[in-house]
């Protein structure tokens, strides 16, 4: 049976005890890091806004993991592609992530997996993606550490532990994977093939404050959560996180499927959860994405009734093109402002994700008659 600690943290200042406290009560720290063992860590560094913004994981989070990981001779490296794989997107979320800073103070190596290699690699047990071009520097260490944030997401519902290793594989290969998926449940048995391939051996969730409400992953609102999730099983982990969030976590496809596919375990009946009870630390009132509520769930062929499109406000936007130059299809060009070609769009969401304004938000476009 899984386990899955879950540890009160109230402020970053003292993230290090609470991730300390996290990994003792999954069999101590020594047990997952090692001296000499390569360990690559793989934060949710995928846009370019501050720590308080709560998209990325927080620097002093990724700092504490480095340090504990360091304490023991491990060799530690942190590794990325941001969103939307522009030139020089990584190193500018790098460094407004407040991570590049972090790099910079421990020492450790930083992978670039945009200026670096990708290997081309067969995905065993697919469902839609057969194959794709992982990161190198996955198959340079002795063990990979999935740092995910806990928000809402427009596509997956939630973003935690699975989603965020789509992060590891080549920026055109996930513009593959929206443009040639883009159903919501194709889109998200994408993301299980990859999480699949990659199976991070421990997973450390920064639910310190997460991101709620329509506009996550990026511009949703944070939200004090006050807790760190850890789990060898990162399925698993999503599946506490998406319960301490209000949800049901087969009402997730992303967990439905991965607990399915046997990737992981996503029934709670199936998870030993040590350190706090659920029941004690549920975040009441979290405004789940609003694409999610029973009248929708319910529907048949969810999903395929609606999409979510990015719409522009001109007043908020700086004319910078940042969401012109990393669209992954082209679909928009400056005009002076930005325009989208809607018929080149494929929902990627890299605009909105992208954007240094919050100039983009995601509307409900109802597809054919309303079924509800
Ligand atoms: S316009 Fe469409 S395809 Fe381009 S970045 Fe935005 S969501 Fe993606
Ligand atoms: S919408 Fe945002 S990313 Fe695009 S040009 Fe305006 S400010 Fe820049």
Redesign the pocket.
């Known amino acids: 049976m899984p386990k899955v600690s879950i540890v009160k943290c109230d402020d970053y200042s003292e993230v290090k005890a609470g991730i300390e406290e996290s990994l003792k009560l999954l069999g101590g720290i020594k047990k997952f890091f090692k001296k000499g063992e390569r360990v690559l860590l793989k934060p949710n560094i995928s846009d370019p806004l501050p720590p308080e913004k709560a998209s990325n994981t927080h620097p002093l989070f990724v700092k504490a993991v480095i340090e504990i990981a360091q304490k023991t001779g491990a060799e530690v490296s942190v590794g990325e592609a941001s969103a939307g794989g522009g030139e020089g997107i990584t190193t500018k979320c790098l460094e407004m992530s407040g991570i590049g800073k972090v790099i910079s103070e421990t020492g450790v190596t930083f992978r670039n997996f945009q200026e670096e290699p990708f290997m081309p690699r067969d995905i065993p047990s697919f469902k839609v993606m057969d194959k794709t071009d992982f990161a190198n520097a996955i198959f340079q260490v002795d063990m990979v550490v999935n740092l995910p944030k806990l928000k809402t997401h427009g596509l997956t519902f939630i973003t935690g532990s699975i989603k965020n290793c789509f992060g590891c594989i080549h920026p055109e290969e996930r513009k593959h994977l929206h443009g040639t998926f883009p159903r919501r449940e194709d889109f998200t048995q994408g993301l299980v093939d990859i999480y699949s391939f990659v199976r991070p051996r421990l997973t450390i969730m920064d639910a310190v404050v997460g991101m709620e409400g329509e506009q996550g992953p990026s511009f949703g609102d944070p939200k004090k959560i006050g807790l760190v999730i850890a789990g060898e099983d990162g399925v698993a982990v999503d599946a506490v996180a998406a319960t301490v969030i209000g949800y049901e976590p087969h009402a997730l496809p992303i967990i439905k499927f991965a607990d399915e596919r046997g990737i992981g375990t996503g029934d709670m009946r199936k998870i030993e959860v040590v350190g706090e009870r659920i029941k004690d630390v549920v975040v009441k009132g979290f405004k789940q994405h609003p694409l999610f509520n029973n009248k929708y769930r319910k529907m048949e062929g969810f999903g395929s009734s609606f999409v979510m499109i990015p719409e522009?406000?001109?007043s908020?936007?700086?004319?910078?093109?940042?969401?012109?130059?990393?669209c992954p299809v082209r679909a928009?060009r400056?005009n002076p402002?930005?325009v989208i070609d809607r018929e080149k769009c494929i929902m990627c969401y890299c605009?909105h994700e992208?954007?240094?304004?919050?100039?983009?938000q995601l509307k409900i476009k109802w597809l054919g008659k309303k079924q509800i």
Not at 316 to 326: D, E, F, L, Y
Not at 354 to 360: D, V
């Open positions: 522009f406000t001109q908020k936007c700086i004319k910078c093109g940042t969401c012109a130059n990393n928009i400056m402002y930005p605009c992208l954007c240094p304004q919050g100039a983009y």
